[in-house]
């Protein structure tokens, strides 16, 4: 991200001001209509969700300036959604909803730039949650290179 991206993305947050919350409820109405299952892996209502979504959006756009305070912070984000059964295919359906949103919300202020900006912003922090995922999930993986173990597919118990 160049540092005009990251002053875009973080000024453009911060315009939302108290409205964020709002735009997070048309993320979730836009995730929800995109990809009916992604409604299975949320246990809150929509006013908690939106709460809890525009508050760690927050989190990571001030977090942004800093690669190491952002890093471990999306770690554990990413090992939290592994938890609730998020998986690779959902973060592209996140990544559009996110970005409906954000210009619905942001109205006029939105244009090619801004919606670049944040494009690569997302994509960021996506493909580091992926990652952190998929090392989370290589991780707890029992080995089973032993002759006479169980398939590689099956629990063990």
């Known amino acids: 991200m160049t540092p005009e991206q990251l002053r875009l993305v973080r000024e453009s947050y911060a315009s939302l001001g108290d409205g964020a919350p709002a735009m997070a409820k048309e993320f979730y109405r836009r995730l929800f209509d995109a990809d009916p299952s992604a409604q299975e892996l ?53 990544g559009d909803a996110l970005i409906g949103a954000l210009g619905v919300h942001l109205g006029p202020a939105w244009d090619a730039e801004l919606e670049a900006a944040w494009r690569r912003a997302y994509s960021l922090v996506s493909e580091m949650m992926m990652d952190a995922a998929a090392g989370a999930t290589a991780t707890a993986r029992p080995s089973r290179q032993s002759p006479g173990r169980a398939d590689p597919g099956e629990p063990t118990g």
Do not use: N, W
């Open 42 to 94: 949320f246990g809150h209502g929509p006013e908690i969700m939106a709460e809890k979504f525009a508050a760690e959006l927050r989190a990571i756009v001030e977090l942004a300036a800093s690669f190491d305070e952002l890093a471990p912070h999306v770690r554990d984000l990413a090992l939290r959604h592994v938890r609730y059964g998020v998986q690779t295919r959902h973060y592209h359906s996140v």
